[in-house]
């Protein structure tokens, strides 16, 4: 299998199986219900290690929450803590909802403050971290790769929501960054450290995390295209500067776009992720998120939504027919191997009549929900007969008043080959 890497701007091959394929997904910082764009990289990674597992890999999903940062101070002033962790456990409810499972690991930021102060440790040990003021700042000029991942030197890029405020006054020079911060008046949450009472910064917080659970040097590490910098150019010089390997495929999926505009909290053009499965379901979520390459933008809006439910509507009504044998499972293994192409995957899948390959591709991306047909009341079914036995009456004003009522109770009653001769299957 490849993926396309965004430190070698090219598509690189993964190790042959069982591997190990261990696996890091910067997950949300907690503040609020999370939005759709934000369960992009969880989709993305929970399908990815699926479909890995499918082929024989030995997986390891690490995703991250982030429950230490400027924005739970400034949402809840008092009561952060709070706040973090009835938002975690929204992001935990929400996802899921999604019915993908949960990662093997879910490290949250204050579950790691010692190995964060012991990493932080290492590189002031290591000359390339200094204090200043009860903060502690990474010495950007000693780490000479900077700029590896982004091809960025400068400050003059746009900057990821959750980046944090920092005293520019404290630095050796402007482009170096917070490792551990002071606590500041108002702040309701801080550990001890060698520097001082506060907590850590941002980036520091997923290299240690990383390390804790996948070691030195994993295979993949993942997120949203905006965390390219300086998120994670931070975290490449701070892991890296401390001696470790660290990720060696990084995984950027593309944004989510409302009205043609990036999906983000700091524009206010969110629609939570929440409001879109109580709206529209799991089903169209996902299928929504199928239907686009993980690389690229991704459109929500009631038209893209309208045909990802029309999408799924056309695989159930697969299951409401016989099954015909054909197509091809080495189509759609092609498809994922190569940079995990679910557009192409879902081409496959859509030519498929042969139920038994259409429910085990809809099963790795937790649509296996489309195979399951549902019964029809006991009511209905009897008018159903009904109206069997008054078409072969003659009696259709009958038989056509019966649909009616069935209809009305939101189900079809379709005329077919068969000791009943009828069929009852939802409406869409």
Partial sequence: MRLYNTATRKLDDLPPPPGPIRMYFCGPTVYQRIHVGNARPYIVSMWLRRWLEQQGY??????????INDKIY??????????????????????????????????????????????????VDLELAYPAGGDVYFRVDRYADYGVLSGRLDEDSVRNPSEEEEQTSLKENSRDFALWKGHKEGEDTWWESPWGRGRPGWHIECSAMAEK?????????????????????????????????????WMHNGMLRFAG?????????????????????????????LGAHWRKPMDYTDQTLGAAK????????????????????????????????????????HEWRD???LRR?????????????????????????RRAEARAGGEFDEADRLRQEIEAAGWEVRDVAGDSGYRLVPRS
Avoid: C
């Avoid at 030995?58 to 429950?67: A, G, H, R, S």
């Avoid at 996802?95 to 949250?108: A, C, F, K, S, V």
């Avoid at 937790?366 to 029809?376: D, F, H, M, P, R």
């Fill in 58 to 67: 030995d997986v390891t999903l690490v995703e991250n929450i982030t429950d």
């Fill in 74 to 123: 400034l949402a809840a002033p008092g009561n952060s803590a709070q706040l973090a962790a009835d938002a975690s456990q929204w992001y935990i409810d929400d996802t899921g909802d999604l019915g993908l499972g949960r990662p093997d690991h879910e490290p949250r930021a204050t579950e790691t403050i010692d190995e964060i102060v012991a990493l932080i440790q290492e590189l």
């Fill in 213 to 249: 659970h996948l070691g030195a040097v994993f295979e993949i590490h993942g997120g949203g295209l905006d965390l390219v910098f300086p998120h994670h150019e931070n975290e490449i010089a701070q892991s890296r500067g401390a001696g470790r390997e660290f990720a060696r495929l």
């Fill in 310 to 349: 029309a999408r799924a509507d056309g695989f159930r009504e697969v299951f409401r027919n016989p099954s015909s044998p054909g197509g091809s499972w080495d189509d759609f293994v092609a498809a994922l191997e190569d940079d995990f192409n679910t557009p192409d995957a879902l081409a496959v899948m």
């Fill in 261 to 289: 505009e990036k999906m983000s909290k700091s524009l206010g053009n969110v629609i939570t992720l929440r409001d879109a499965l109580d709206t529209w379901g799991a089903e169209t979520v996902l299928m929504l998120f």
């Fill in 355 to 357: 139920h038994d390959l």
């Fill in 361 to 385: 591709a809809l099963d790795l991306f937790g649509l296996g929900s489309l195979a399951v047909q549902q019964e029809a009341p006991a009511q209905l079914d009897e008018l159903a007969r």
